[in-house]
């Protein structure tokens, strides 16, 4: 994701592994199409990007959740 206005600043990452769709389900009336679409995956790394208040890009933070962790084995 990126920040609107000004110049692109990538502020969210989100990388995912072993993705399969699981579902799309179109929505929505005349007027706006929606359309929604389920992911399973077993792996999420979320990368977050804080910007300073000058604008300039700080060092990212990061959080990793493996569910192949949590499965009943």
């Known amino acids: 994701m990126r920040k609107a206005g ?3 600043f990538e502020y969210l990452r ?4 072993d993705v399969v769709i699981t579902d799309v389900s179109p929505a929505g009336g005349e007027s706006m199409a929606i359309e929604t679409v ?3 995956f077993t792996k999420m790394r979320q990368q977050y990007f804080p910007q300073s208040s000058t604008g300039a890009g700080m060092g990212a933070v990061t959080g990793v959740i493996d569910l192949r962790q949590f ?3």
């Open 38 to 40: 389920s992911l399973s």
């Open 6 to 8: 000004g110049l692109p």
């Open 14 to 17: 989100l990388t995912l592994n």
């Open 71 to 73: 499965v009943d084995r």
